[in-house]
């Protein structure tokens, strides 16, 4: 079902980061978030065999308001926080390097409420897509702009070794020909506006 006036359809890959992370099926990636550790990363990012896929280096190492996501390869993707999250291809925040920009619009407690902006949305008038759930009960969707297309969705996985070890487990379900380096890297965003909310 393609959408008017939005960049998602079933049928046609939509790559944001890189066309490599396209896939046409459905992508299950397990988000393995350490909540008690001084590493250079706080978060890994599995598909559901276990390889690694995308490492997150954390504000803890670097700026606060500035996070790095990695691919398998070590290619980097800078995020910056100010009023808005910004999301730079490469290891550049020069505006030529922008992919999309995040920002709240909504600051309901417990619930998030996330509108995306593509580079080259430059009116954002109309956003390209949107995050709604809760991040607190990790159970967020991402939809394609303002429709009811779902892209991607997130849902929490308990385990007993994940609540012993401090290590906040969770699944990101992206739907086919959706970026999941994209659904990622908004996953990030969302941790990052939630962490600074709690500090």
């Known amino acids: 079902m393609a959408m008017q006036n939005g960049p998602f359809s079933a049928t046609n890959a939509v790559s944001i980061i890189n066309p490599q992370y396209c896939a046409p099926y459905p992508v299950d990636l397990a988000v393995v978030r350490k909540v008690m550790t001084i590493t250079d990363g706080n978060f890994v990012v599995t598909d559901i065999n276990g390889n690694i896929m995308f490492k997150v280096k954390g504000a803890f190492l670097t700026f606060r308001d500035r996070r790095v996501l990695l691919d398998a390869a070590g290619n980097p993707i800078i995020m910056t926080a100010h009023d808005r999250w910004e ?55 991402i939809y394609a702009g303002e429709s009811s297309t779902i892209v991607a969705q997130m849902h929490k996985k308990h385990t ?40």
């Open 87 to 141: 999301v730079y291809r490469g290891d550049s925040t020069d505006s030529s390097n922008l992919l999309f920009s995040a920002k709240r619009s909504s600051m309901f407690q417990f619930k998030t409420k996330l509108d995306v902006f593509l580079a080259n949305n430059t009116t954002e008038n109309v956003c390209d897509f949107k995050v709604k759930g809760s991040w607190l009960e990790r159970s967020c969707v």
């Open 160 to 199: 007993v070794k994940s609540v012993l070890f401090g290590k906040d487990n969770f699944m990101v379900t992206v739907y086919p020909n959706m970026d999941y380096a994209f659904i990622v890297a908004l996953i990030v965003i969302l941790d990052g506006i939630n962490h600074d909310d709690a500090s």
